[in-house]
């Protein structure tokens, strides 16, 4: 009996997880499955594949020749399926897409409309910061990643969808705390300089959040070391902490049209403020697309516009002017 296509997947799926156990997950198979598809393979070559030290599982040398193999044949009839769905004129498979955290307030409007106009693709979308989203991008483990701020080190080609205007924020009981009222400000209609802000409490983002760089960088270019309590892991934490009075922070407007509309959270009228970044799509350069990772850009080149007019008309014009 010669070796199947399914022991070569067991394999790579155990290589890539490092763990029969995470492995099995993986494959929705049993633990005992996994550990016998391997032994079965293992009896095709008179050299070990893999080893255990401690409790861990590691590839010999062997193994990491055969992985590397098993990864070529996977991209290859990957490949094959794709040539032949696009003979039939079918586009099917599955489009990553990774999204720092404020995208999941814009970018399901533009999967979405994407996902009725080609029902056959699986959108797999994962929200996370820009350090894991690039990270993700470079170990080729999503096809698209949206992020505000362009990766200096990575070679990526984009498509630029819309601004992301920021703006600094405080609430009624932040104002109470620290003495930072934006309806007093606002009403004598003046501009609060940004180093007026020095001795406020600020909350940041946690590291590898590129909002965190923006917000850091305007300390430095201002020449102030302000006091910062907390750090804190997304967008939504950040907007509760404001929202119980403790400090001020940078946010995207995008997160923050219900709270606005609420009287939650109050932008404060700062010089300079709203800052423009600009959101975009970027993706690996030189990477071959999958069909549907092709089909989504030139979906996002045609409709962008459109969809943006359609769900964001109240800022619609600010978000596309150049
Ligand atoms: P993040 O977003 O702060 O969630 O990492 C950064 C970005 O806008 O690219």
């Keep these: 009996m010669s070796y199947t296509l399914h022991q070569l997947r067991v394999f790579e799926a155990v290589a890539r997880a490092g763990s029969i156990t995470r492995a099995a997950e993986h494959m929705h198979m049993t633990q005992p499955a996994v550990s016998i598809q391997l032994k079965q393979l293992q ?38 399926e794709e040539s032949l769905d696009e003979l039939r004129g079918t586009i099917r498979g599955n489009l990553h897409f990774t999204v720092v955290s404020t995208g999941t307030y814009f970018m399901p409007y533009f999967l979405g409309a994407y996902a009725q106009q080609v029902p056959g693709i699986n959108v797999q979308l994962q929200v996370t910061n820009r350090d894991q989203a690039l990270r993700q991008l470079q170990d080729k483990i999503t096809d698209f990643a949206v992020v505000s701020i362009s990766p200096e080190d990575m ?48 909350i940041l983002r946690e590291q590898g959040s590129g909002t965190r760089l923006v917000l850091l960088d305007l300390f430095k270019k201002h020449k102030i070391d302000p006091k910062i309590p907390f750090e804190l892991g ?33 932008v404060l009228p700062v010089k ?51």
């Design 234 to 266: 997304t967008n939504e934490a950040i907007k509760q902490a404001i929202k119980a009075g403790l400090g001020i922070s940078l946010i995207s407007s995008f997160s923050l049209k219900s709270e606005i509309m609420n009287g939650e959270l109050e």
């Design 272 to 322: 300079g403020f709203p800052m423009m970044t600009q959101w975009q799509m970027i993706w690996l350069k030189g990477r071959k697309p999958s069909p549907a990772a092709r089909s989504f850009l030139e979906f996002m080149q045609a409709q962008k516009e459109n969809i943006t007019r359609q769900h964001f008309g109240w800022m619609a014009d600010t978000l596309m002017k150049d």
């Design 155 to 202: 070679e990526v080609e984009s498509l630029p969808i819309m601004k992301n205007p920021l703006v600094l924020v405080t609430s009624p009981l932040t104002g109470q705390a620290t003495g930072i009222d934006a309806g007093k400000w606002s009403e004598s209609s003046t501009s609060i300089p940004f180093r007026a802000l020095k001795d406020y409490p600020f």
């Design 43 to 80: 009896e095709h070559f008179d050299i070990p594949l893999t080893e255990v030290v401690g409790r861990k599982l590691y590839l010999t040398q062997a193994g990491d020749e055969l992985f590397a193999h098993i990864q070529r044949i996977s991209s290859t009839i990957q490949e094959m």
